[in-house]
């Protein structure tokens, strides 16, 4: 499954709402269980990849409310509704559907 | 403290081997599948191979097949990546992952190890 991102990068200034979207080549959703099998990470430069959402909109234990994930199928959106100084980083989508497991390319997120 | 600790990452020739290693700490180790996901320089994430609970099952990515062999040694909460054959394209920091959930599927990665770099350069 080919995982695709758009943008590459945005900059947003802060306390602006940013949008990140993800589109797999085929559908991630497991009918028997109705669960998207997609998650997203965050990924700041030196640190390792930090999982945000998974099932597609479930937040990760300590992840600030302002994340949002949503979508089904193969077409999915993360949302940061305020964004923040310290949320400057790549995020990549992330699909667990099937082996091989497979990310988007990531979406680098700077500051306006 | 959920904790994972990669080493053995260096420098090494094309063909060449090495061996990786992860420790595991603060989390049933025998529970969950373990894997490995690489970024290149300049590149993006890219999963390489995962291990599932018992040990016998273990798939990989087509870019490592045939020449990455992983394992894990649940007495000692250790996962292992025996990498052979090395090609310049396979220069990247290795992390080691676990599952969110479950021993006998891919899952989410929920806990990551910092990362062990492997040069593979003449």
């Known amino acids: 499954i080919v995982m695709m991102q758009s943008p590459d990068s945005l900059a947003v200034s802060l306390g602006e709402r940013v949008t990140i979207t993800c589109r797999s080549s085929q559908s991630v959703l497991y009918t028997s269980n109705k669960r998207n099998y997609l998650a997203w990470y965050q990924h700041k430069a030196g640190q390792p990849p930090r999982l945000l959402l998974y099932?597609?909109?479930t937040r990760e234990s300590g992840v600030p409310d302002r994340f949002t994930g949503s979508g089904s199928e193969t077409n999915f959106t993360l949302t940061i509704s305020r964004l923040q100084a310290e949320d400057v980083a790549v995020y990549y989508c992330?699909?667990?559907?099937?082996?091989?497991?497979?990310f988007g390319q990531g979406t680098k997120l700077d500051i306006k | 403290e959920v904790q994972l600790l990669e080493s053995g990452g260096d420098l090494v020739q094309p063909g060449g081997s090495l061996r990786l290693s992860c420790a595991a700490s603060g989390f049933t180790f025998e529970s969950f599948a373990m894997s490995w996901v690489r970024q290149a320089p300049g590149k993006g994430l890219e999963w390489v191979s995962v291990?599932?609970?018992?040990?016998?099952?273990?798939y990989y990515a087509d870019s490592v097949q045939g020449r990455f062999t992983i394992s894990r040694d649940n007495s000692r909460n250790i996962v292992y990546l025996q990498m052979d054959s090395l090609r310049a394209e396979d220069t990247a920091v290795y992390y080691c992952?676990?599952?969110?959930?479950?021993?006998?599927?891919?899952?989410?990665?929920?806990?990551w190890g910092q990362g062990t770099l492997v040069t593979v350069s003449s």
């Open positions: 291990v599932y609970s018992g040990g016998v099952s273990r």
């Open positions: 099932w597609a909109s």
């Open positions: 992330q699909q667990y559907y099937t082996s091989p497991s497979t």
């Open positions: 992952a676990k599952n969110h959930l479950g021993g006998y599927a891919l899952y989410a990665f929920d806990v």
